[in-house]
C-alpha cells in the first residue's frame, strides 16, 4: 500500500477519508497541469538540464540544473556563472483547501488535529525554514475567509510585509 511504502501508518477508513479529501484538489492541479505554457524567447540556447544527486546537491539548493552557453564575447564570456530565478515574493494560497469550521468547546485532540493538519501543508515547511511569511485577507468563500500568502527570502521581512500591505489596500 502507497501509505505503508511513505511510513504512513493510517488504518484503511483513515486512507479513505484522506483520499476523499484530496480528490477534489487533485481535480484543480490537473486543471492547472492542463494548461499550455507561455513561451518566452530565449537569446541563448540551454541544455535539456537534469535533477542534480545527493551527492551533488548537499545543501538540496538545486530543483534543476542546465548550461546556458552565452555570447563569445563580453565580461562574463568563459567564465562559470550561476543564474537562478530570481522573485522577491512567493504567492501561493494559504491553504490547500477551504477553512474547516472551528471545533466545539472542549475538542478532543483527534477533532483539533483533524481540523489542523490537513490545512498545514503550505505554511508548515516555512514554519522550519523560517522564511518570513504571511496571510492577508483575500475575501470570503462560503461565510469563511480565505488568504493568500505570502513568503519572502529569509531575512527580508520588510519585503513581504510591503507586499502584504499592497495587497490588503486592493482586495479589502
Known amino acids: 500500500m502507497a501509505a505503508r511504502a511513505l511510513h504512513f501508518n493510517m488504518s484503511e477508513a483513515e486512507l479513505e477519508m ?22 518566452q524567447p530565449v537569446n541563448y540556447a540551454r541544455n535539456e538540464g537534469y535533477s542534480p544527486a545527493e551527492k551533488e546537491n548537499t545543501l538540496n539548493a538545486w530543483y534543476w540544473k542546465s548550461v546556458i552557453n552565452g555570447a563569445d564575447n563580453g565580461k562574463l564570456a568563459g567564465k562559470r556563472i550561476v543564474v537562478k530565478d530570481n522573485f522577491d515574493i512567493l504567492v501561493m494560497p494559504t491553504t490547500v483547501m477551504k477553512a474547516l469550521k472551528i471545533p466545539g468547546p472542549n475538542p478532543s485532540l483527534e477533532e ?12 508548515a515547511p516555512f514554519d522550519v525554514t523560517g522564511h518570513p511569511s504571511m496571510s492577508p485577507p483575500a475575501g470570503m468563500s462560503d461565510g469563511l ?28
Request: charged share 15%; aromatic share 4%.
Open 18 to 39: 484522506y483520499t476523499a479529501f484530496i480528490a477534489p484538489m487533485t481535480a484543480d492541479y490537473q486543471v492547472v497541469e492542463s494548461m499550455s505554457e507561455t513561451k
Open 112 to 123: 483539533v488535529l483533524s481540523n489542523a493538519l490537513p490545512m498545514i501543508g503550505n505554511t
Open 145 to 172: 475567509p480565505v488568504g493568500i500568502m505570502l513568503t519572502g527570502r529569509i531575512s527580508e521581512d520588510d519585503v513581504v510585509l510591503r507586499a502584504g500591505h499592497a495587497l490588503e489596500q486592493l482586495l479589502v
